[in-house]
């Protein structure tokens, strides 16, 4: 899949790489002057022609594609979606580096469960799932190849994320105290995903209204390495660590799904996870396909603009390309975008949109596709995985990596070569972390990379050859406390011909979120 040209881009040696050695690198992916274009222009064009359609969807992300996709299960085609960047997506789109697919941002799905049907139907339909005697088999052909992830920790690699190799008695004491705690709360409420399908329990509004951390001291947990491994699972998932997270969002990543437990103590196995070389991008890719072919989906355009009037709803919206404005008339419109844009494009936010944007706050996020034209050696420990992540002896948890996925680990070619390793860095818990994010050149980032990747692949600078790093102000709502308390009293603020879908309405930013909360929209604009 083309992305779009690389905004920033030059060329430079390496301390320390071979003589002549060059690497290419620079910004890619998110068109900066088209987000803050409502920020930074004081006067519009005038519309320069109308168009009609039935239904409107401002915002191609991940909601806003499945709520195109319910409308056309439904039978409606009379529809157009609106999308800021030159894909659709959001979060989980793809690219290319030295002609090798890597993720831009979200790069795997957990194999949903039965409280998400309709993700369910839509991996059906793309043939990840079939009926074979009367029981759903997976396509394994799609799920993430094994070994899946591994942990450098005390100079070595180890198999899976949880710290374990020299760990004393007293760490795997704390293993198993929080296993049983995750164990008991898991019986006391319905832990789901999407959490929008269920009303929260009295346990969990307790859990809610205390960060991760105060909660896990209060119950005596303070071991070191249980604590790094909550810490990187909170800003995996929520892009901020377990001092800003919620205790409710803390014990939801573990209960929701395969629960919290110790290696070696007869734990079942992980439930598997699909993952493709582009990441999430392999759904959304195929969502906007149809759209793209049937003519519905309209890229470049920032939404300017939403009224719920007398007759109808009126959309303006900007054309980056064309550089006009167009004045769009709708039945009815799915505002699937984040909700501080919903709140400052909307003519009247509505209470609940309002007290939603100001309570939110979001998580800046980095992703570097780093190419390599050769594999790098290897430490002792295990093979390499999937997912490779490196533990921060002595590093300030803000700038603490997610580590990298591997882009080439689905391939099954039997000679290793040239790869893109994806080099993730959740920026949430960093003071004035946006601000650093977009004022810093491409090369501190670089460098950032280079000091974290080479404690376990010293070779690394004499491989890389090219780095597009992908930047996110806004990447997703980080669930604080009091998130899961908003979101179950207000809900999504439908109202007259406006009907809202994006993942800031279940407070934090996975893809099952956003696909239920859009299909849900697209139903119900019908």
Known sequence: MQRRHILAASALPLIGCDPGHEIEGGFHGINLERGHFLRDTRTLPAP???RRTRVLIAGGGVAGLA???????????????LELE????GNARGTQ?????????????????DDAPQLQDLLEEFGLRQRVSGRWVWEERHLCHSPQERL????????????????????????????????????AARWVIPVTSVRASAPQLELDGITFSSWLSQQGVSDPQLLWY??????????????????????????????????????????????????NAWLTQRLAARLAAEGQLHTGQIVLHIADGKHGVEVDAFNAVSQTVDHWQAERCIVALPVMVAARVLQNPGERVLERAAQIRYAPWLVANVHIARPLHDRPGAAPSWDNVIYPEGKAPAMQSLGYVDATHQSLQRVPGASVLTWYLALGDLPEGRRQLFEQPWTHWRDALLADMAVPHPDLRSKLTRIAITRYGHAMAIPAPGTLRQINRAGRPDEGRLRF??????????????????HAAGNAAL
């Not at 030159?86 to 997506?89: E, I, K, L, R, V």
Request: glycine content about 14%; hydrophobic content about 40%.
């Open 48 to 50: 320069s022609r109308t």
């Open 67 to 81: 709520a195109a996709r319910a409308l056309r299960l439904r039978g409606m085609h009379d529809f157009a979606l």
């Open 86 to 89: 030159d894909s659709a997506g």
């Open 97 to 113: 580096v030295g002609g090798i697919a890597c993720p831009m941002g979200a790069h795997y799905l957990p194999v949903p469960g």
């Open 152 to 187: 450098f920790f005390r100079g070595e690699w180890q198999e899976g994320l949880l710290p374990l190799h020299g760990v004393g008695p007293q760490t795997l004491a704390a293993y198993r105290k929080f296993s049983a705690l995750v164990e008991r709360l898991s019986k």
């Open 230 to 279: 909550l810490d990187y699972c909170c800003r995996d998932d929520f892009g901020a660590g377990l001092n800003i997270v919620s205790a409710w969002a803390g014990i939801h990543y573990f209960a929701s799904r395969h629960g919290f437990h110790v290696p070696g103590d007869g734990a079942p196995d992980r439930d598997g996870v699909f993952t493709w070389p582009e990441g």
């Open 501 to 518: 879908a994006h993942s800031d309405w279940a407070g934090y930013s996975v893809f099952e979120e956003a696909f239920a909360l859009g």
